[in-house]
């Protein structure tokens, strides 16, 4: 959705949402001719998706109704059968004709340049494939940051944010410390906390909400969570303190002081620039 929304911002386009994974009966329906769902749909020139469920769809629609098609992730099935690939650079894929790297995932937020001041948020994540949890570790992270009284702190947590851990975020609430446990209804209000935030600390695990957070033009701050072993996502906040895109919490704590990217992050708007260019569209 972030990257229709810059793709809208540039040039003129209709776009239509299609759920996936199809019925049964789509699939079949695709060997005899065009799947209902596509059939009151115009022609795409570009079509795209994101997650593995997206890929066989992609191809069906493609091979009946035209137009290009975009993954917005390494794909599952081999790279060829797509004409377009977004791929986060610490997937460690090779920038080519068919695949353009992007600086983590593209996100829905955009560059916010009037913060509002005093507030700051916390993003919590929790354990997963590549990364181990320790809520202790995180208790002391969070105590030395929530100390700042000037600052009125919104703490959230997420789906994998294990039960002791939302009892120790419940138990920070102060006058200045607001948390709020996750929600569906929820969800889309994150989006405005992050572009409003003047500081945004991220659990390590949470590399979509990192990389929100950087695109938002806040200060970041990473919350350290011990790694798993052979874990390609465990250097990505490292890469990125080394580019003085964010601080880690340990080079923080010295002077107690975030300092937003060194260069902003907008990587929705710059690949969809990439692909108007590509699909040799005129910008509007």
Known sequence: MGLVSALESLHSIASHNVTVPLSTNNYFSAVLGIPPVFKDLPAPDLLLGAGHATHLPMLMARLRCGGSIAALMRPSIPQMFFDYCLIPEHDNSVANDKIILTKGPINRIRPVTEKSNGKGLVLIGGPSKHFHWDTQS?????????????????????????????????????????YEAFSKSRESGITGLIEKATSIWVSEDSMSMIYEALTSGAGVGIL???????????NVAKTLAADQSLQLFEEW??????????????????CAKELIRRLDWSED
């Not at 107690?256 to 710059?270: G, T, V």
Request: charged share 35%; aromatic share 4%.
């Open 138 to 178: 995180l208790e002391t992270q969070l105590r030395e940051i929530i100390v700042d009284k000037r600052t009125h702190w919104t703490i959230c947590d997420s789906p994998r944010t294990p039960a002791d851990t939302r009892q120790l975020l419940r138990s920070l609430s102060t006058d200045s410390v607001h």
């Open 224 to 234: 350290r969570v011990p790694g798993r072993d052979n874990n390609k996502l465990s």
């Open 253 to 270: 704590i010295k002077q107690k002081k975030l300092y937003p990217a060194r260069q902003a992050i907008f990587e929705s708007e710059r």
